[in-house]
């Protein structure tokens, strides 16, 4: 069972408690009209797979119903922490396993 940290409710709860909602940090088109099919295919469906760290947004449906965004280990499967949505990326250098 995997725990994830809410940082807005301030709690560890089950995987059950919440939602996956992709990878974090996709940088929206400016111009949405302005993009050809191969730029709207990219913005829609490519998705890093990275193995190690990996920044995701995750919504904490059965709580406070808020968006936030984690950096997961697709290796061990663990979080490494959690953060609020708008936040920009943490500094991966200086985290340890299982950090809120």
């Not at 990996?54 to 280990?73: I, K, P, S, T």
Request: contains cysteine.
């Amino acid at each position: 069972m995997l725990l994830i940290h809410c940082p807005y409710c301030d709690e560890t709860l089950p995987e059950a408690e919440f939602t996956y909602a992709g990878q974090a940090h996709v940088v929206r088109p400016a111009d949405p009209s302005g993009e050809s099919d191969a730029d709207w295919e990219a913005f829609l469906f490519l998705r890093d797979n990275a193995k190690g760290p990996h920044f995701e947004r995750w919504r904490h449906l059965h709580g406070c119903g808020r968006f936030f965004n984690a950096v997961r280990d697709t290796v061990s499967d663990r979080f490494l922490t959690t953060y609020e949505a708008g936040l920009p990326r943490p500094d991966l250098s200086t985290l340890t396993e299982d950090q809120p």
